[in-house]
């Protein structure tokens, strides 16, 4: 689909102009476009870049610093594990692991078929309910290796 | 936009009385001086970022070491340059630098024409005091004449200054963070690919290791023009 012709470019071109063409307002427009479009591809960063006057090599930089920007779509669904200092002594290392194993991906990969994402973050703040699992935005607490496997196999379905 | 009036200013460096504009930087006032402050992002001509943190200075009251070249000269400090503590960090610094990536000096194009190593050298660092990681990074040759190897490079963020500042290109940044940090071309491109780049070699020049190098060159054989960029600056009448 070309840039004129999408949408999506339309609501960022929006997000863009209501901020005045702001050179300093390039995260938020970072924010945005990852919401629009779930991920931020080349094309994408080319296109904010040439719209707010800023160096290629300067937008990348900066949507490659942040974790929460994501350079690769996201697959169908996404799982987060928990590796804040309570989750990790409850075992969520063991966890990662596990899922890690069984789907053959590493952490902030997608499967080949893009259904399943694996994600880890730093602390939910639900470390009472350690170790802390999220799948498609819905925390779960007190998970084991089993639960975990199943409750991923359940949403993938 | 108001200006703020300059001033002068004095101040102990070293127990030695030392006065300086306003807007001058510890360092600067310390050069004038005659005081030696190692430095290593720092370069003539190009604007001040303290990455690399060998000015540290010990300014009397403040707990933590400040850089000199981007710390602004206040009345009535008293600014000590080379005490134990401050010579101890900066070879810390250093054998940091070595234990990020992989400085092999005597496989290297920049090898001795290099600051880091003439900065080891400088400080009497004799081993790292921290182990080596051996990171590997893939090196970038598909530009005609230069190649940039990630694996030398100290991040001093000079080839980016020289780029943004004097050529205005803007070419080069920084991209990722922590330990896999890496100079890029535009989107990470192959330099060949990169739109921006001008090919003028500035990055190359400047650069005070062996990761930005001309082609066709072996073991020692490089040759820095590091000081082409204050002539650039002088005679644009910046300076």
Redesign the interface.
Known sequence: MSIATDDRYNTLEKSMKKLGYDKSALIETLHTAQETFGYLG?DT??FIAKRLRL???????VA??YNYFRLKPKGKHNVVVCMGTACYIKGSNKILEKIEQKYGIKVGETTPDSVLSLLSARCFGSCSLAPVVVYDDVPKGKVTIEDSLCDIEEMIK | MIREKVRVKTFKINGVDVTGQSNQTILEVARDNGIEIPTLCHLEGLSCVGSCRMCIVEIKGSREPTPACTAKIKEGIEVTTNSSKIEATRKMILSMMFSERTHTCSTCVANGDCELQNKSVELELQHSQVPYLNKRFEIDASHKNFVNDPNRCILCTRCIRVCDEIEGAHALDLAGRGLSTRIIHDMDEPWADSQSCTSCGKCVYVCPTGALYEKDVSEEEVIKKRGIILELVKNRGKY
């Open positions: 080349i960063l080319k160096p290629y090599s300067k937008v990348y930089g490659t610093f």
